[in-house]
């Protein structure tokens, strides 16, 4: 108390003889930082739910393991009388109804958390969210959201505007009306130049205007330190009815997402990762709509279903989507004045080809008289090819598929 006290006198007399408006600005720093504070242990009461149990995984998260009926999702005023449906109406096709089964090949896939525990039935996996994550963000508002425009509307591209908002994209995408898309995809760990830039590589599902009422359902894998406080590769869902503006956010971070699955973390890191010129991991995902219901399912893997996006969310996606894409984003802030070197996908560029190339394959939709099939057209989109891109191709064993990404700055792309 003596030294508080000490410490606060010499503050005063260093104030009295040095510049006022120092010690203004340093007292009013010190009240925003209180109330950031408490801001953001509000935030943590909220999305932070009573576990039934948790699990300290070796990355340093730690999974709470959250009764289904407690999930983020049913703070959300559209849902407080949600029944919560455990499982979907499937698709035509046979060859998805597989329950899990372990002779699939990318069983090979976990999360590091699987070492320490196991959620049990009724229950579901949560990252929990720590102070430091939500401090990490600009503000308590934008933890857990993407910034504007994160989709791109292929070919419309403004050159000036894509060096602005610093989003690059290498995708393929098919434009009509579809219920749903599937993909396999393999996993790697990009470099992350800064800490506030990303790399992911995921399915988008679109609907309405780019411009402001645009639904989109995303789901891939990302490098996100900003996001996740390291440097590890992780399972990530996304949602927005209106353009990224005010509603939506990543994994189970709002609500709005309604999780079912004991198994998966949303968020977590997954593992093993594919090696250049070595052994390859992919995963698969699977999105579709429910055909009596309007619900948005997600299945990862052979057979894990891990939850559904309520129709009520939507406003366009309640009908159909009307573009599919799939590929990789990065966000490049050009920090130093010249291009990120924030790697996508491998890092390495689509020529290189298998075992080197980061791949989407085996790329379906779902048509309208709800079967699973290649898309028809499907078309390539990069901003500047010269620093990410993207090469289809087909063949029988992989079905429609490309490679994609690149190292960001290099010779060609300054
Ligand atoms: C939920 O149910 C209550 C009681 O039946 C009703 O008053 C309320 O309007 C319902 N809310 C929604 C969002 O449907
Ligand atoms: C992530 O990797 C970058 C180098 O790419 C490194 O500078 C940074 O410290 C790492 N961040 C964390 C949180 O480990």
Same mark, same amino acid.
């Given at each position: 108390?003596?030294?508080?006290?000490?410490?606060?006198?010499?503050?005063?007399?260093?104030?009295?003889?040095?510049?006022?408006?120092?010690?203004?600005?340093?007292?009013?720093?010190?009240?925003?930082?209180?109330?950031?504070?408490?801001?953001?242990?509000?935030?943590?009461?909220?999305?932070?739910?009573?576990?039934?149990?948790?699990?300290?995984?070796?990355?340093?998260?730690?999974?709470?393991?959250?009764?289904?009926?407690?999930?983020?999702?049913?703070?959300?005023?559209?849902?407080?009388?949600?029944?919560?449906?455990?499982?979907?109406?499937?698709?035509?096709?046979?060859?998805?109804?597989?329950?899990?089964?372990?002779?699939?090949?990318?069983?090979?896939?976990?999360?590091?958390?699987?070492?320490?525990?196991?959620?049990?039935?009724?229950?579901?996996?949560?990252?929990?969210?720590?102070?430091?994550?939500?401090?990490?963000?600009?503000?308590?508002?934008?933890?857990?959201?993407?910034?504007?425009?994160?989709?791109?509307?292929?070919?419309?591209?403004?050159?000036?505007?894509?060096?602005?908002?610093?989003?690059?994209?290498?995708?393929?995408?098919?434009?009509?009306?579809?219920?749903?898309?599937?993909?396999?995809?393999?996993?790697?760990?990009?470099?992350?130049?800064?800490?506030?830039?990303?790399?992911?590589?995921?399915?988008?599902? *679109?609907?309405?205007? +780019?411009?402001?009422?645009? /639904?989109? $359902?995303?789901? !891939?894998?990302?490098? #996100? @330190?900003?996001?996740?406080?390291?440097?590890?590769?992780?399972?990530?869902?996304?949602?927005?009815?209106?353009?990224?503006?005010?509603?939506?956010?990543?994994?189970? *971070?709002?609500?709005? +997402?309604?999780?079912?699955? /004991?198994? $998966?973390?949303? !968020?977590?890191?997954? #593992? @093993?990762?594919?090696?250049?010129?070595?052994?390859?991991?992919?995963?698969?995902?699977?999105?579709?709509?429910?055909?009596?219901?309007?619900?948005?399912?997600?299945?990862?893997?052979?057979?894990?279903?891990?939850?559904?996006?309520?129709?009520?969310?939507?406003?366009?996606?309640?009908?159909?989507?009307?573009?599919?894409?799939?590929?990789?984003?990065?966000?490049?802030?050009?920090?130093?004045?010249?291009?990120?070197?924030?790697?996508?996908?491998?890092?390495?560029?689509?020529?290189?080809?298998?075992?080197?190339?980061?791949?989407?394959?085996?790329?379906?939709?779902?048509?309208?008289?709800?079967?699973?099939?290649?898309?028809?057209?499907?078309?390539?989109?990069?901003?500047?090819?010269?620093?990410?891109?993207?090469?289809?191709?087909?063949?029988?064993?992989?079905?429609?598929?490309?490679?994609?990404?690149?190292?960001?700055?290099?010779?060609?792309?300054?």
């Amino acid at each position: 108390m003596v030294g508080v006290k000490l410490v606060f006198g010499f503050l005063v007399l260093l104030c009295l003889f040095t510049e006022a408006r120092l010690c203004y600005a340093a007292g009013r720093n010190r009240f925003s930082g209180s109330r950031k504070e408490v801001e953001v242990l509000k935030h943590l009461n909220r999305v932070n739910k009573r576990p039934v149990k948790s699990i300290k995984s070796p990355d340093g998260d730690i999974i709470d393991c959250v009764r289904i009926s407690h999930q983020p999702a049913f703070d959300h005023p559209f849902l407080k009388n949600h029944t919560i449906k455990l499982m979907p109406n499937w698709i035509t096709n046979d060859d998805i109804k597989v329950p899990s089964s372990s002779s699939e090949n990318n069983e090979a896939i976990t999360q590091l958390w699987h070492s320490n525990g196991k959620c049990p039935t009724g229950t579901i996996p949560v990252r929990r969210t720590k102070k430091e994550d939500v401090l990490r963000a600009s503000s308590v508002k934008t933890y857990g959201k993407k910034s504007f425009s994160a989709s791109v509307k292929p070919n419309s591209i403004d050159p000036d505007m894509f060096n602005q908002n610093g989003h690059q994209h290498a995708i393929a995408y098919a434009q009509g009306q579809f219920y749903g898309a599937k993909a396999t995809m393999n996993v790697w760990k990009p470099k992350i130049d800064q800490s506030n830039e990303f790399s992911l590589s995921q399915i988008w599902i *679109l609907g309405g205007s +780019f411009a402001s009422d645009l /639904n989109s $359902i995303e789901a !891939g894998w990302q490098v #996100s @330190p900003d996001l996740y406080g390291d440097n590890n590769t992780r399972l990530f869902i996304y949602w927005t009815s209106d353009a990224y503006e005010a509603t939506g956010c990543y994994n189970l *971070l709002c609500s709005g +997402f309604i999780q079912i699955n /004991n198994e $998966i973390a949303i !968020g977590g890191s997954i #593992s @093993p990762i594919s090696q250049f010129h070595g052994s390859q991991y992919d995963i698969t995902i699977l999105i579709w709509k429910d055909p009596e219901e309007g619900n948005w399912w997600m299945q990862f893997g052979n057979g894990k279903v891990l939850g559904y996006w309520p129709a009520t969310l939507f406003s366009h996606l309640t009908r159909s989507a009307s573009m599919i894409e799939w590929g990789g984003e990065v966000i490049n802030t050009a920090s130093d004045g010249r291009h990120t070197t924030t790697q996508m996908g491998s890092g390495q560029f689509p020529e290189q080809g298998f075992s080197k190339a980061s791949y989407f394959k085996n790329i379906q939709i779902v048509d309208e008289s709800n079967n699973l099939r290649a898309p028809k057209d499907l078309e390539t989109f990069s901003e500047q090819p010269n620093c990410y891109d993207v090469q289809t191709r087909s063949n029988r064993n992989w079905g429609t598929h490309f490679y994609y990404g690149g190292p960001g700055r290099n010779p060609k792309c300054p």
